[in-house]
Each structure stands twice: as C-alpha cells, then as structure tokens.
C-alpha cells in the first residue's frame, strides 16, 4: 500500500466520488417518481439510498489520511483533497434534499402532493435536476471547462420553475395551505439540489485546475 | 513563521472559527430583530454580515496547507484538521440560514412577516437558536464534552416549535397562503441553524477527542 502514488491513492478517491454523484442522480430520480407517481416504494428507496451517501461521504473523508499521510503533501495536493472533499460534501447533500422530497410524499401518502396544475412545474424541475446530476457524473470523468460551464442554464431553468410555482400556489391554489406549504418546500429542495450540482461542477473545475498546476 | 510549532499553527485556524462562531451568533440575532421588528437595517447588516462568514470560511480553508504542510502529517492531526473545516463550513451554513430569514424579511418590507399569533413561536425559536450559537462559541473555548451534549435539548425546542408553527399555518391561518409559505420557509431556516449548530458541537467533541489522542 506503502508504494501506491499519490495519483493512484487521489483516482480511489475520485472513484468514491463518482459513485456518490451516480447515487445521487438515482436519488432524485426515484424522489421524483415518488412524488409525482404518489409511488410509496420509490421513496423508502430514496431515504435507504441517502444512509449509503451519508456513509460514502464518511469513506471518502477517511481516505484522506491514507492519500496524504505517506506522502510529504505540498499545497496543490491540499487544495485537491480539499476539493474532492466539497464535492463529497456537496453530494452527501444532494442526497439529503432527495431525501426530504421523499419524506414529504411519505407524510402525505396515500395522498398525493401534486395536484393535477402543479404537475408540469413540478415534472420540469425534476427533470433539469436529474439533468444535472448526470452531467456532474460526466463531468468527474472528463473534467471538461465547458460543460461545468453549461451548469448555470440548468440552475437557471430551476429557478425559474420554482418562481412560477410559487406565483401558482400564492395566485390560484384551491388546494389549502398545508398543500401549499407542502409544494413550496419541495420545489426549494429541487432548487437547492440544483444548487448543490453547481457547487459540485465548480469544484471540479478546481480539481482539474489542481491536477494541472501540479 | 517555519518555527511555529502544529499546536499554534492550529490555535490560529481555531480562532479563526471562534470568530465564525460569534459572527453567526450576531447574524441570527439581528436577522430575528429584522424579522421581528420589521427593520431593514437589521436585514441588510446580517447580509452583509454573511459575505464577511464566507470570507471567514475560505481563510480557514486556505489556513489548512499552512498548518499542515511543513509537519509531517499523521492521521489524528488531519482529522482535526477535518473536523475544523467541517466546523468551519457549518457555521458558514449558519450564516446562510441567517441571511436567508433576511432576505425574506426585505423581500415582503415594509410589510412584516410575521403577524401577531406567530411572533411567539417565532420569538422562541429566535432566542433558542441565539442561545446554542452563543453555546457554540463558549464550547469552542471549553470542549466541555458535558455542555456538547445539552445542544440536544435546545434542538428538539427548536423542532417542537417549528412542529407548532406549522399546525398554526393549516389550521387557522386568515393571512392567505404567502404569508404562510413565507413562515414556514422561515421556520425552517431557524430549525436548519439548530441542526447546524448540534452539527458544530459534535465536531468540536471529535476535535477535543482528537487533541487528547494525540
């Protein structure tokens, strides 16, 4: 173990990582069908599924000793663990706002927290941020400038989404509060896991610039 | 500055987060003043105040290849090095949260958000989220593993008063469905400063855990 590089001990990190960023993309996945298929099932496998971030992020933190310990570490590599960790971070987190989502669909089971106007809003920002999860899968491979670039029309596009949600629900919501209150926090979860997603590919882009510093 | 010693290098990076801690503390004090006496400044100083946590937060960062870079790392000095930039981004969260309740308040003044059936839920919960940031930063000076574990008990007022707040919300709310969106996002953010903080306390009893081992 004493012989592996530096290199080899940062690409088992990363490997961590991207199996985090493809669990996390399932996360909102599943948090979806949860929520706009009322599907019960779908959201005891979202908050399953988080335990297994929360646990990956515990790994990866403990990685860090072991990828800096043997090795006389000089300030770039610092700033590329210290990268990889906020990248763990943020997608632990990502997987908690997966989780949150589930937990509203399981509180209100078998009822539904979509009503039949919120659908479309709500389908939409699901599918920019399983968008964006798969780009940030992508991106830990190919660490490519431009697509990390690209993320901010997708944050956009939720943001968007959750502004006209909000102007529905304070407009036009025969459905009561408690729905009402419901479908805000939900859409703010979609907008922070979008946000988390930019964090991530900024902090790639940091990694990539490490790497390429070194 | 290659004589100093690990131990002060850390002190440093230490006080660094004292100085987090005690800004957070200020910003959910003065975001509560903004949210319960509809004042405006109040809200603008608590988001100014937050760039300032930002600032704080990356200094520590960049404070990590200093502290550990001319030592020859062993593991328990790079888990107190993690725990301090883990305490470090939760007192940054804290500062978000905080300028989160601000923003709300400007977005709605001169109008108040909150309306008078809810300003003593509100007032609570504003005075237990004080009272565990100001515990944070008396913990960061003791690490008494005893005081670490009260957090607990201020957290579950926090979670029982936003439980109430949002009964209140459904059941007899004559404000219409933004003000209650508004409440219920605001809510949130106090129970989120409260998570943050019991975050911080068990960090800073893995920092003293870490001292002692080492």
């Known amino acids: 173990m004493g012989r592996d590089s530096f290199d080899e001990r940062l690409d088992r990190l990363t490997g961590v ?3 985090m960023s493809r669990d996390a ?4 996945r599943q948090a979806s069908v949860a929520l706009l298929d009322v599907d019960r099932y779908a959201a005891e496998t979202v908050i399953a ?3 297994v971030l929360d646990r990956c992020r515990a790994q990866a ?4 000793p072991e990828v800096l310990v043997r090795h006389q570490p000089v300030a770039s590599d610092l ?3 210290l990268s990889a960790l ?3 971070a943020a997608l632990e987190r990502m997987g908690d706002l997966a989780a949150h989502i589930a937990k509203v ?12 106007p919120a659908v479309p809003v709500l389908a939409q920002m699901a599918e920019a941020a399983a968008r964006m999860a798969d780009k940030t899968t992508v991106l830990l491979a190919t660490r490519d400038r431009l697509d990390a670039m690209q993320f ?19 407009s036009e919501w025969p459905y009561g509060v408690e729905s009402a209150i419901d479908l805000a926090l939900v859409g703010r979860y979609y907008e922070r896991y979008a946000d988390q997603a930019v964090n991530v590919a900024r902090q790639i882009v940091d990694l990539d610039a490490g790497t390429l510093r070194r």
Not at 61 to 64: D, L, Y
């Open 49 to 51: 599924g988080d335990l």
């Open 105 to 116: 669909v399981l509180m209100r089971h078998p009822v539904g927290v979509v009503p039949q």
């Open 86 to 88: 906020r990248i763990a």
């Open 25 to 28: 993309g399932t996360a909102i």
């Open 79 to 81: 700033r590329l663990v």
């Open 61 to 64: 933190e403990q990685m860090i």
């Open 152 to 170: 901010g029309l997708d944050d956009d596009e939720v943001d968007a989404a959750q502004e006209s949600l909000l102007s529905m629900l304070v």
């Open 17 to 19: 990582l991207a199996r």
